[in-house]
């Protein structure tokens, strides 16, 4: 990582020249130090979480619940290209509701405005019949962690040392075998539909 990635992220003068020339507004200037302190490699390709794995009726309308977006602002509307940003903050948002509820406690302001949304928008998902909206909300949170994981493997990068080796080659196997069982599972499906 650079003085810059690192200057970038925490906001503070280089005291150099290069201040002058740099885009203070830019939140790309800080991606690489955020990894880090995100413990991932500097250039780890990230996916940010989805909500594809949830019922887009009730997620679209816990999100009218949450994001109030006038009309007037159309590139946030749903078929635009900004509503991208309102599907991964609720993503987000989802995703980490069990982590932030179990670090803040249930009555912190984030995790009462996502329980509120939920129970407002009375969620539903055929996977938990006749459960409460709270307990879906919990359920999804498991689920887009999970699916997040899949998503962002963990890695290790190949250094010096014979150990690191050998963890990041037995890594790579398993994904590969999981990748291969996955792909079995898939066809034998298919061929069963035909």
């Known amino acids: 990582m650079t003085y810059t990635d690192v200057t970038g992220r925490s906001g503070h003068e280089s005291g150099t020249t290069l201040d002058t020339y740099e885009d203070k ?41 949450l994001f109030v977006i006038s009309p007037s602002m159309k590139a946030f509307q749903q078929t635009q290209p ?12 989802i995703m980490y509701h069990n982590q932030v509820t179990d670090d803040l406690g249930p009555t912190n302001a984030i995790s009462t405005k996502v329980r509120e949304a939920a129970i407002s928008a009375n969620i539903q998902d055929e996977r938990y019949p006749n459960q409460t909206s709270d307990f879906i909300l919990h359920r999804w949170s498991d689920q887009l962690v ?13 250094s010096y040392g014979m150990a690191h080796h050998t963890t990041a080659i037995n890594q790579q196997s398993t994904m590969l075998h999981q990748l291969r069982t996955d792909m079995n599972v898939m066809m034998q499906h298919l061929e069963s539909n035909e």
């Open 25 to 65: 507004r830019n939140i790309a200037r800080g991606l690489r130090a955020a990894k880090v302190l995100s413990h991932w490699q500097p250039t780890s390709d990230v996916k940010v979480p989805k909500l594809k794995s949830l019922p887009s009726d009730s997620v679209y309308k816990m999100m009218e619940k």
């Open 82 to 93: 900004l509503h991208m940003v309102l599907r991964t903050s609720m993503a987000s948002l």
């Open 146 to 158: 999970k699916d997040f994981d899949i998503a962002n493997p963990d890695i290790k990068r190949v």
